[in-house]
Each structure stands twice: as C-alpha cells, then as structure tokens.
T-cell receptor, first 116, second 114 residues
Framework: EAEVAQSPRYKITEKSQAVAFWCDPISGHATLYWYRQILGQGPELLVQFQDESVVDDSQLPKDRFSAERLKGVDSTLKIQPAELGDSAMYLC??????????????FGPGTRLTVL | GENVEQHPSTLSVQEGDSAVIKCTYSDSASNYFPWYKQELGKRPQLIIDIRSNVGEKKDQRIAVTLNKTAKHFSLHITETQPEDSAVYFCAAQYSGGGADGLTFGKGTHLIIQP
C-alpha cells in the first residue's frame, strides 16, 4: 500500500539554525498539506498546496517558515531561524482530488524537531 | 475560522466495554468529519469518517454519529480491545474545493484496562 514518505524522522538543532523537512506524497495525489503537532495537541495546518500552487498559507509564520512544491510532487518545509517554540512534530499529508474537491487525507510518519 | 472542541481528554474503560468520544464544531459550512487514531510515535491513521449528508456510519466495532443542527459528532467504539488504546482525534473540514485543511480537536487518550 502506498504511503506518504517524510525525512528526516528526527532532527535536533540549535536555535537560530536553519532546518528543512522533505515530504513525498502518495503518487497521483495533487493536494499536499503540512501540519505542525505540538506534544499533547492535535495537528494544526501550516500550508496547503494544490499541485505546485499554494492554496492556503494563512497559518504559516512567514517571517521564518517557507514551503515549496516546485514540480507539484514532493515538497520541502524550511524554518530559518529555528526558535525553541518550534519544537514539535511536523506532519505531511496528501489527498487525491476528485470532482474538484480533496478526498481523504493520508499522513506521513512525521519529522520530530527538537530545538535546543 | 473553524474551532473543534473534543471531550474527554482522557478516557479509561474496561476491556469489552464501550467508549464514546464527543466533538463539537463551530462552522456550519463544515461538511466532512474524519476521526484519526494515533499510536505513540506513529502517524495519524483514518479510522472512520462521515459527510454532512449522512447522520450515522458504522464499520464493525466503530460508529460515528453526526448532528448537524447541534454541530456535534461522536465516535463510538464497542467491545473495546487492548489494541484500541491510543489517542483519537476528531476533525472538521469544509470540502468544496480550495482551502480545505482539517481543523483538529485536542485529542482523547483512550486507555483500555485489562
């Protein structure tokens, strides 16, 4: 069964450093989402892509976070500079588009970021 | 924007008993309500979902009910088993094209006592 892939699985960095996370969605899934999950809470949407275009980045802290999906397939989320409060699980999800609307979202295993 | 409240935060039940988790949402435009199960250190996995044109959906021991008027939906697990122990998240979405990210509740830690 196809799954969403993410790397790295774990990342430890010092504050003020730059970090980057990679996501490869399920083949054929046009919609890709990045979520942040703080320990003990539900995931919160950061950014949504439809193919290579950003559909929603209203919750993305744009002063330090950036996301791209250049060829409409895999995606990279970057944080520069990292802050202590960025420690969290970063989850990628993808969904198939049918009839103009997105279907079930399937999640990747996540990247657990620790900022020291 | 949408706001989803989930209760209880922790639920402990005896193996074989039923468990019920409740969620409320604020945006009447939301029309899709999935439930995810997340085991420690693992990805959230969809266990059941319901769309706003349906009042109830069942899949073996798991069922979800939706009350659009009251804007609340519930997850019901019957004959609980040890492998049901996990954190369960409800979510709401407006699925009509465009921005359709999920808004999640804070999660319920379900503990199945042997």
């Amino acid at each position: 069964e196809a799954e969403v892939a993410q790397s790295p699985r774990y990342k430890i960095t010092e504050k003020s450093q730059a970090v980057a996370f990679w996501c490869d969605p399920i083949s054929g899934h046009a919609t890709l989402y990045w979520y942040r999950q703080i320990l003990g809470q539900g995931p919160e949407l950061l950014v949504q892509f439809q193919d290579e275009s950003v559909v929603d980045d209203s919750q993305l802290p744009k002063d330090r976070f950036s996301a791209e999906r250049l060829k409409g397939v895999d995606s990279t989320l970057k944080i520069q500079p990292a802050e202590l409060g960025d420690s969290a699980m970063y989850l990628c999800a993808s969904s198939f588009v049918a009839g103009g609307r997105s279907d079930t979202q399937y999640f990747g295993p996540g990247t657990r970021l620790t900022v020291l | 924007g949408e706001n989803v409240e989930q209760h209880p935060s922790t639920l402990s039940v005896q193996e074989g008993d039923s468990a019920v988790i409740k969620c409320t949402y604020s945006d009447s435009a939301s029309n899709y309500f999935p439930w995810y199960k997340q085991e420690l250190g693992k990805r959230p996995q969809l266990i059941i979902d319901i769309r706003s044109n349906v009042g109830e959906k069942k899949d073996q021991r798991i069922a979800v009910t939706l009350n659009k008027t009251a804007k609340h939906f519930s997850l019901h697990i019957t004959e609980t088993q040890p492998e049901d122990s996990a954190v369960y998240f409800c979510a709401a979405q407006y699925s009509g094209g465009g921005a359709d990210g999920l808004t999640f509740g804070k999660g319920t830690h379900l503990i199945i006592q042997p």
